[in-house]
């Protein structure tokens, strides 16, 4: 029995230490290869590769798509995220999977920069269990690395050699027409908004309040900016009240609040949050620049 014990004891443990070695090997490499797709953060992570970012201005698609980073001299990196939520940023402070230097601005734009029960993104690396191996967590991953390689190199197939290496983070185009915006509210994938409310903020309001607090004691100058939606679709009431909290959250813990409402026309937007890329999102930065800077 002892001697059984034993060498199980020794297979998991080889197994255990085998897995982080794949894991110290892979994760730079699935990053800088452009063999495998990376979700929004690993775009950032590859883009932003240095171990502290200075300034951070986070947020979810809404900021991906309003903040041009590259016409920004202010220094901040453009660390939105899709579906990025307060309990996001929090779990990626709190796990150390990024070290914020001097600032960070959060940017909210509706009531899903708090929902709790949003569909956040499964593949970010905070998502991995504790117990959760590596070569498990990375599964599809590895075997399409491994397909690709076969047939790239055995095969001398060269259409599968590198196919990411351009990725970049989802961006929009254009502007939808109002009946395009309608019918884009009312379509069966937006019904799950109607029926968000306020009391299901809960898990991100005390995130922020965990944020809040590590910022203080980090001494990271924290601020918050409101992105408001497209003026031509009339807001939820619940992100009515994610507003109002908000702006009543910055006044009694002190932090700077910018408030962007009735800034930008509804030629900015793509559709009822989005910032078009060709216009909005050069608009946006225009008018953020001064505050980023201050």
């Known amino acids: 029995m002892k001697k059984s014990l034993f060498i199980f004891i020794l297979i998991m443990s080889t197994f255990l ?25 690993e775009i950032v992570r ?4 240095e171990k502290v970012w200075d300034k951070v201005f986070f947020g979810n698609s809404v900021t991906i798509s309003s903040f041009r980073a590259e016409e920004s001299d202010s220094g901040y990196i453009n660390a939105g995220i899709n579906c990025g939520l307060i309990t996001d940023l929090w779990s990626m402070i709190n796990t150390k999977e ?24 499964p593949t970010n690396p905070w998502r991995r269990k504790w117990y959760e191996p590596f070569s498990y967590f990375q599964r599809d991953r590895l075997q399409l690395l491994i397909r690709n390689t076969i047939f790239t190199y055995l095969f001398n197939d060269n259409k599968l050699n590198r196919p990411f290496k351009n990725q970049r983070r989802e ?47 980090n001494s990271i100058r924290l601020r918050f900016v409101w992105i408001p939606p497209n003026p031509s ?39 009822q949050g989005h910032f078009n890329y060709e216009y909005g999102s050069h608009v946006l930065t225009e ?5 980023l800077k201050n």
């Open 98 to 121: 990024i070290q914020i230097g001097s600032e960070l601005v959060i940017a909210f734009n509706s009531a899903l920069s708090m929902y709790d029960d949003f569909a956040a993104d």
């Open 171 to 217: 961006l929009y185009f254009g502007s939808l027409s109002q009946q395009e915006l309608e019918d884009k509210l009312n379509s069966e994938r937006a019904q799950f908004l109607y029926k968000i409310k306020f009391e299901d903020l809960k898990k991100n309001m005390s995130a922020l309040n965990k944020i809040t607090s590590y910022c203080k004691k």
């Open 287 to 291: 008018v953020i620049e001064p505050w």
């Open 17 to 41: 230490i085998m897995d982080k070695i794949l894991e110290k090997v892979m994760t730079p490499y699935f990053l800088s290869s452009g063999q495998v797709f990376l979700n929004s953060y």
């Open 233 to 271: 679709v009339k807001p939820l009431e619940p992100t009515i009240q994610t507003y109002e909290y908000i702006k009543d959250y910055s006044a009694k813990n002190g932090i700077d609040f910018l408030d962007l409402s009735g800034k930008f026309d509804k030629e900015c937007y793509n559709d």
């Open 46 to 49: 590859r883009d932003n590769p």
